[in-house]
């Protein structure tokens, strides 16, 4: 099945930086990509996702980017603010018929 | 927006005794996952239903079972509580059309 690896598992940056978190996925039959953030005692929010036709989605400050030679996608967070301290986790599907699939989550700390 | 509730934030049980975590959702979604939640091991699937009185087991079902009596209500069940079961559960929820999840805030569960 599915195996979804999520680097660093912790990552610290000072407030205004920028932030990236890795993952890769085994099974090159998944097609969707999505990323949650989960705040201190909330369960997880989807924050933004992409599909396997697209190589990079914006929405302000954040960016998904997806390498599907390589089995590789990444979120990329610019101009960190102490709110986007949580926990991040990467996850993929095989369509909206499909589980998702979880990374172990990246712990982001933002420094002021 | 839709809403998952799960009834209890914080829950401590003695090992050996049978246990009830209530996942509620306001919106109608067919499909409902169980999953708990560990340091270092990300989000795990327990149980699925993609339907009422319709379940399927996820990647951890041991020890587990699960309920669907009513489209609105997903119920986890540990038959005789262990210690290793200590962990926060998630209950999520999505419409089969869609692609992301809508979790609850969680349940912190402590068997001692």
């Known amino acids: 099945g599915e195996n979804v690896e999520q680097h660093p598992s912790t990552l610290s940056v000072q407030e205004g930086d920028s932030a990236v978190i890795k993952c890769t996925y085994s099974d090159s039959a998944s097609n969707y990509f999505p990323w949650y953030k989960q705040e201190l005692g909330k369960g997880p929010q989807l924050i933004i996702d992409?599909?396997?036709?697209?190589g990079e989605k914006k929405d302000q400050r954040i960016a998904v980017t997806l390498n599907k030679t390589a089995k590789h996608f990444s979120l990329h967070i610019t101009e960190t603010q102490p709110e986007d301290s949580a926990v991040y986790f990467c996850a993929a599907s095989k369509g909206s018929a499909s589980k998702i699939i979880f990374g172990s989550g990246t712990r982001l700390s933002i420094r002021p | 927006d839709v809403k998952v509730t799960q009834s209890s934030r914080y829950l401590v049980k003695r090992t050996g005794e049978k246990v009830f975590l209530e996942c509620v959702q306001d919106m109608d979604h067919e499909n409902m996952f169980w999953y708990r939640q560990d340091p270092g091991l990300g989000l795990r699937l327990i149980y699925f239903?993609?339907?009422?009185?319709?379940?399927e087991k996820g990647d951890i079902p041991e020890g587990y079972s699960v309920s669907r009596e009513k489209k609105e209500r997903f119920s986890l069940i540990l038959e005789s509580a262990s210690t290793n079961q200590t962990s926060m559960y998630l209950c999520?929820?999505?419409?089969?059309?869609?692609?992301?999840?809508?979790f609850g805030s969680g349940t912190r569960l402590t068997v001692v």
């Open positions: 999520a929820s999505k419409a089969p059309a869609n692609y992301g999840y809508t």
């Open positions: 239903s993609y339907d009422v009185k319709m379940k």
């Open positions: 992409i599909r396997s036709n697209v």
